[in-house]
């Protein structure tokens, strides 16, 4: 059991610093392009900057899926490396659909991906609506 919870909780850190550091480099992007964001049609500006955000941050999320997959697959849960990315995915978006399912001498990482999944979902939603937020106050605010 406490192998299971080290292995879990070294994952579940390294995805959140992983995840994180790709908000700080959308940060640092979106502060670079500020004016560009506020200036013209903010409909456009919105949709291209949105699309660039949420595509970003769902590259990030699908590397922790696959973190957690090569942990999977290097521990021996699964015999084929898709087995082991399809159970990363359908855990850590809190799926479960029960066709595959970790051994009883693992099985704790199950709980641990889904909760690590609904952590970082929940940063990333938060961060979208912040910076949906602060678009639109700036957008308002030129005008």
Known sequence: ML?????????ICASIVLMVGFISVAIASLTRIGAWLVAG???VRTMISLSGVVLWLLAALTVVVWIWAGAFYILGLFETFEESLY???VAFTTLGFGDVVIGQEWRLLSGLIAANGL???SLVTAFL??????????QNGKG
């Open 87 to 89: 159970l990363a995915a």
């Open 129 to 138: 609506i912040e910076f949906l937020s602060q678009l639109r106050s700036a």
């Open 3 to 11: 192998t299971q919870l080290l292995v879990g909780s070294i994952l």
């Open 119 to 121: 952590i970082l979902f």
């Open 41 to 43: 049609n903010p409909i």
